[in-house]
């Protein structure tokens, strides 16, 4: 057997110094912007709602829509949907209210949410570039409709760099019955260096798979492992130039000897008291699954990851479906992925908002399109669901640096399209990375001949919801 194939690779990095310590540090912050130190938001949690929520029954009031129940939208194009079926106008499943002392709109749908809805900034005037899921997910993450490209997360990370070098700066948590469409390629680092990936926690025991060796290492035999390897180390950097995915592979193996300790005390949520644990619907099946992320969620913000995003929804199709692309039933559907969410989300915010850390997070509720005014049905009928709608749909923000307690931009009467101050992906990116201090037009990565970033050409800042 060969020497390195018995070293332990989490030791890597231990055995570097001197020069190429210094070409690593010069790596991982090659050309990063630094964010300006009077931006408020200083880490993000993202909530991704897979499949399309229906802004109709959840975020867009529309009266209109119900005085034209079972009526036909007159179009004058055929509309980019998916299935292409286009039935008669549907009036909401949800009865809406006014809440807070902003008096905002909100169905029930969403109760728990809605007692947050002064804190609340209501994006209504969103538009994508597609009604399909995968593009439409890669759109939300990465800006490009595409695979390859970083993600948002990738790129806070690029741009603003780690908090604390125990955790991931960028963590994702997916559903826990599967990962989205996409899965991993939605938290890609793409083109930046591999070290701004997102990783994900998986439920049970052991968040990050192989974070631990099988088999416990007598300390004696670790030791020697190590200055063996200190010394083939050496021997090789003399030799051979640092290179990106050399130094990035021994980024991960030095966190990863670090997550060894961290990472297991801070998702033993055992450490909570049980008001808490109540408060996130850890003991109800049903909010269990999101209430658990929800809370390690908390924790893990709270020791200094930077970005971190939850899914809700998995992998698209299947009957009864684990997302929200309500085809079939918008009611049925939306209230049985709302039971799972609604309250772990509320207590999130009211955990950030009395621990002092909404003052300097942001919290992103997304999704990526929304869902038609009209049924999914013959053109006579007025059926159950809604079929996918790029054209208008509604997100959320909350936390540093927003005005709360607001709905900004509107769809047209129906809730077809986005008819005052649209927003696009591009528009919502170059706003986040504001609200975190960083500019989308200087936040860049040279790569293939182009500076490439996150808002392509595009993007103008939303300052209607800017504080």
Known sequence: MQPETMMHRRNLLQSFSGLAGIALLDLLNAGKVVANPKAKAKRAIQISLVGGLSHLDSFDY?????KMHGKTLKMDHAPDIFF??????RQSDFAFQQHGNSGLWLSNLFPNIAKHADKLTVIRSMFSETANHTPGLFLLNSGFGFNGYPSLGSWLSYGMGAITDELPTYVVLPDGRGDPTGGASNWTSGFLPSVHQGVAFQSGNQPVQDLHPRQAVPASQELAAKELLG???QQYGASHPMEDPLLSRIASY??????QLAIPKVADLSQEDEKTKQAYGIHNKATQDCGIRCLLARRLLEKGTRYIQIYSGGPIGGSPRTSWDAHEN?????????????????????????RGLLEDTLVLFTTEFGRTPFAQSAANVVGT???HNRYGFSCWMAGAGLKP????????????????NPVSWHDFHATVLHLLGLDHEKLTFYHNGIQRRLTNVHGELVKGILG
Do not use: F, S
Not at 409 to 419: C, S
């Open 405 to 420: 307690g607001i709905a900004y931009g509107t769809t047209d009467n129906v809730g077809w399209k986005a008819a005052e």
């Open 231 to 233: 010394k083939l180390n």
């Open 330 to 354: 918008v009611k049925t559907n939306h209230q049985a992925e709302a039971e799972r969410i609604d309250q772990p989300i509320a207590a999130l915010l009211h955990d950030l908002h009395n």
């Open 254 to 259: 030095q966190l990863a000897a670090k997550m």
């Open 84 to 89: 292409g079926q286009i039935g008669r106008l």
């Open 385 to 387: 669901g809604r079929d």
């Open 62 to 66: 529309k009266p209109e829509l119900t």
